[in-house]
């Protein structure tokens, strides 16, 4: 933005991609990890330039998901123009995010250094430094007053900044060394993700709720999907060690009718919201269907821990937490990287109004009302996914059922469907830079 256009920027990270400046070739093998970035995200990159990037390689656009439930009573279809939006989301591999984004910075007119070097440790001091960030005078001049953090960088340099933004993940090491406390629990369930191949391209998200958690087929482009199946952490080691025919039939089984049969459109033989009106449910015309048949595997099998986790608190003195650093959630909606970007934008613009009234950017004041834009949000969606994963961990035949009624409810009733595309589009604070 104008306003931080000033600042001086070091970006840390000692993800080796950052330093080796590889490039991606169109027909480098699918990367197995993959984000479906919500229409807010999407407008978020092309807001900043990042976009354009991305459309240069592999991704996947999808405007109709399908959810339903092993047990055959309910299901649900959403379909992008219920909510009048083109798209539900986009499917990007994370080496193409991570790529696209790093082109932006490198090719955007504003000072910064990368560090492709791990942070050791963080300490404040109120002494002069010679090497500065995070300044809006002068490019050269040291600062002279104030506090400053100091981090120590495992490459042994050492740099001074008004203000540290913790985007270094779960474990974030910000975090600890600036002792903000946490609040979680693990799910004890790993996600088992790979990329695999169909005889014709995939256009639609899948997820099927099966008794140990969902499996999640998603498209990438081209003729692969990504596979996100929860399980638990025996079955997961199982899935690994498994053969590669035995896996892709595993796949196809927790995909159609293994566990339970497909579901039909008439709960209990009728219509239970049809006393709703035909405005109400014009959306229930769309039809289970069945999902593409996987033909192959063409990736590793990667496993991951579950948990949920979030920071009691975003911002100290010269510090903030965005993204998984500040809040960590089940992948079942695909929400994770997507609330990491509603932070950086909503941290962006409350650092451009401080500048704009002359403020310290490493003021708590000024960070506390970042804390207060997003923690409400991060904290409902949380508590939607956590709802989720606690609703389908149990198998008892009245939550079975009332489960079903709230998929066939969500499938039936368009202004709730509606809400729930535009809940999950994360879309009611973007865009953004304009
Ligand atoms: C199986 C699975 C599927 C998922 N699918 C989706 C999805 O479809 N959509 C979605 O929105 N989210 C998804 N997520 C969640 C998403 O991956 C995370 O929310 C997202 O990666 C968090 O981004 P982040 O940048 O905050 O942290 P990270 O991605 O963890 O990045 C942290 C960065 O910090 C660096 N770092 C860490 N420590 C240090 C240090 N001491 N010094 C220097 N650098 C350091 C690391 O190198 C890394 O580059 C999924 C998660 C899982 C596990």
């Known amino acids: 933005m104008p306003l931080t256009q000033q600042l001086t920027v070091a970006i840390i990270d000692s993800n080796p991609a950052l330093g080796s400046g590889d490039c991606i070739k169109k027909d480098d093998p699918p990367d197995s990890r993959v984000s479906t970035v919500t229409p807010a995200t999407i407008s978020l990159f092309k807001d900043v330039g990042a976009w354009q990037y991305?459309?240069?390689?592999?991704?996947?656009?999808?405007?109709?998901?399908?959810?339903?439930?092993?047990?055959?009573?309910?299901?649900?279809?959403?379909?992008?123009?219920?909510?009048?939006k083109e798209v539900l989301g986009c499917v990007v591999e994370n080496k193409v995010l991570h790529r696209s984004l790093l082109s932006c910075i490198q090719n955007s007119d504003f000072q910064k250094t990368i560090y492709p070097s791990r942070l050791t440790s963080m300490s404040f001091s109120s002494s002069s430094s010679t090497i500065g960030v995070g300044g809006t005078s002068s490019r050269t001049t040291p600062y002279t007053h104030g506090n400053l953090a100091k981090l120590e960088l495992s490459d042994g340099?050492?740099?001074?900044?008004?203000?540290?933004?913790?985007?270094?993940?779960?474990?974030?090491?910000?975090?600890?060394?600036?002792?903000?406390?946490?609040?979680?629990?693990?799910?004890?369930?790993?996600?088992?993700?790979?990329?695999?191949?169909?005889?014709?391209?995939?256009?639609?998200?899948?997820?099927?709720?099966?008794?140990?958690?969902?499996?999640?087929?998603?498209?990438?482009?081209?003729?692969f999907s990504n596979i996100v199946w929860t399980m638990n952490p025996k079955e997961s080691s199982d899935c690994k060690s498994m053969s590669e025919d035995d896996f892709v039939k595993a796949i196809n089984h927790a995909l159609?009718?293994?566990?339970?049969?497909?579901?039909?459109?008439?709960?209990?033989?009728?219509?239970?919201?049809?006393?709703?009106?035909?405005?109400?449910?014009?959306?229930?015309?769309?039809?289970?269907?069945?999902?593409?048949?996987?033909?192959?595997?063409?990736?590793?099998?990667?496993?991951?821990?579950?948990?949920?986790?979030?920071?009691?608190?975003?911002?100290?003195?010269?510090?903030?937490?965005?993204?998984?650093?500040?809040?960590?959630?089940?992948?079942?909606?695909?929400?994770?990287?997507?609330?990491?970007?509603?932070?950086?934008?909503?941290?962006?613009?409350?650092?451009?109004?401080?500048?704009?009234?002359?403020?310290?950017?490493?003021?708590?004041?000024?960070?506390?009302?970042?804390?207060?834009?997003?923690?409400?949000?991060?904290?409902?969606?949380?508590?939607?996914?956590?709802?989720?994963?606690?609703?389908?961990?149990?198998?008892?035949?009245?939550?079975?059922?009332?489960r079903a009624a709230a998929f066939h409810g969500a499938h039936f009733i368009s202004p709730l469907k509606k809400n729930i595309i535009s809940f999950a589009s994360g879309e009611h604070k973007l865009p953004l830079f304009s």
Not at 63 to 73: A, C, H, P
């Open 54 to 84: 991305v459309q240069q390689h592999r991704h996947a656009y999808f405007d109709r998901m399908q959810v339903w439930d092993y047990t055959g009573l309910g299901y649900t279809r959403y379909n992008a123009r219920e909510a009048d």
């Open 157 to 223: 340099s050492s740099l001074y900044a008004k203000l540290v933004v913790g985007a270094d993940g779960s474990k974030s090491r910000v975090r600890e060394l600036a002792g903000f406390k946490t609040t979680g629990w693990n799910y004890s369930q790993n996600a088992v993700i790979c990329t695999v191949e169909h005889t014709e391209e995939n256009q639609c998200a899948w997820q099927r709720f099966l008794p140990a958690g969902p499996i999640a087929l998603l498209p990438m482009g081209d003729k």
């Open 256 to 402: 159609d009718y293994g566990y339970g049969p497909h579901p039909h459109s008439r709960l209990f033989g009728g219509d239970i919201f049809s006393w709703l009106g035909a405005d109400v449910t014009s959306s229930a015309n769309e039809c289970f269907e069945v999902p593409p048949k996987v033909v192959k595997l063409v990736s590793g099998r990667m496993a991951f821990p579950l948990s949920l986790m979030h920071a009691n608190s975003y911002a100290s003195k010269h510090v903030v937490l965005i993204g998984d650093a500040a809040h960590t959630v089940h992948p079942l909606a695909g929400q994770g990287v997507n609330l990491g970007f509603g932070d950086a934008f909503s941290l962006s613009r409350v650092i451009a109004e401080g500048i704009a009234v002359g403020s310290d950017i490493g003021e708590v004041s000024l960070l506390k009302k970042y804390e207060a834009d997003r923690k409400p949000a991060n904290i409902a969606m949380m508590a939607v996914l956590d709802g989720f994963q606690k609703a389908y961990s149990v198998d008892f035949g009245p939550l079975n059922v009332l």
